[in-house]
């Protein structure tokens, strides 16, 4: 399976901000998958980033709130938007290998 | 609405028991199916993929796979205190995932 890293691991931000996430894959990978995890909840793919064209939103996601990169087949970043509270979650950076899924380490956003 | 359902627990068995998990899901047209292991502050794990009707056994883990009934199951043979963590059911729509909400095990020693 893929090494995937992730910067930051965790972060406390404040309202307003914004923050960017950025996933690293050691290897070349077609679809890069960001997915975030509410306190206590399951996991939810927010969007698809594909190298060289826009990233698939999922329903309920939008690009201005969540505005995502994919410059290369290795990297990607997900950037959070005017945070508020409700933004306070774990967000998490994957890619497929032969078929199975796979997760960087997340990064946990607080927000103030 | 593609959904996958799980019963959240916590399901509590004692060390050296068997643990039974499972899920149902919605769609029929799906193919592939997951089952990842979570522990608080970690990221998914992933530890059992099946992708045809039946059992597929990897060590201490056996995934049961019934198309016709949507369902998938997860069997923990020899329970150990380690395996206490949140496992989640994932079922494979077109080229994404849809995860269940998960089930707490807790194994007591």
């Known amino acids: 399976s893929a090494v995937i890293s992730q910067k930051p691991s965790r972060d406390i931000c404040q309202r307003g901000t914004s923050l960017t996430i950025q996933c690293q894959v050691d290897s070349q990978v077609t679809m890069m998958f960001w997915y975030r995890q509410q306190p206590g909840q399951s996991l939810t793919l927010i969007a698809t980033a594909n190298q060289g064209s826009e990233a698939t939103y999922e329903s309920g996601f939008v690009i201005d709130k969540f505005p995502i990169s994919r410059p290369n087949l290795t990297f990607s970043t997900l950037t959070v938007s005017n945070m508020s509270p409700e933004d306070s979650s774990i967000y998490l950076c994957?890619?497929?290998?032969?078929?199975?899924?796979?997760f960087g380490e997340g990064s946990r956003l607080t927000v103030l | 609405q593609k959904e996958v359902e799980q019963n959240s627990g916590p399901l509590s068995v004692p060390e050296g028991a068997i643990a039974s998990l499972n899920c149902t899901y919605s769609d029929r047209v799906s193919q592939s199916f997951f089952w990842y292991r979570q522990y608080s502050g970690k990221s998914p794990e992933l530890i059992m993929s099946?992708?045809?009707?039946g059992d597929k056994e990897d060590g201490r883990f056996t995934a049961q796979l019934n198309k016709a009934s949507q369902y998938v199951s997860l069997l923990i043979r020899d329970s150990q205190p380690s395996d206490s963590a949140t496992y989640l059911c994932?079922?494979?729509?077109?080229?994404?995932?849809?995860f269940g909400a998960g089930t707490i095990l807790r194994v007591k020693s």
């Open positions: 099946i992708y045809s009707n």
């Open positions: 994957s890619v497929t290998g032969a078929g199975e899924l796979f």
């Open positions: 994932a079922v494979s729509y077109g080229n994404k995932l849809v």
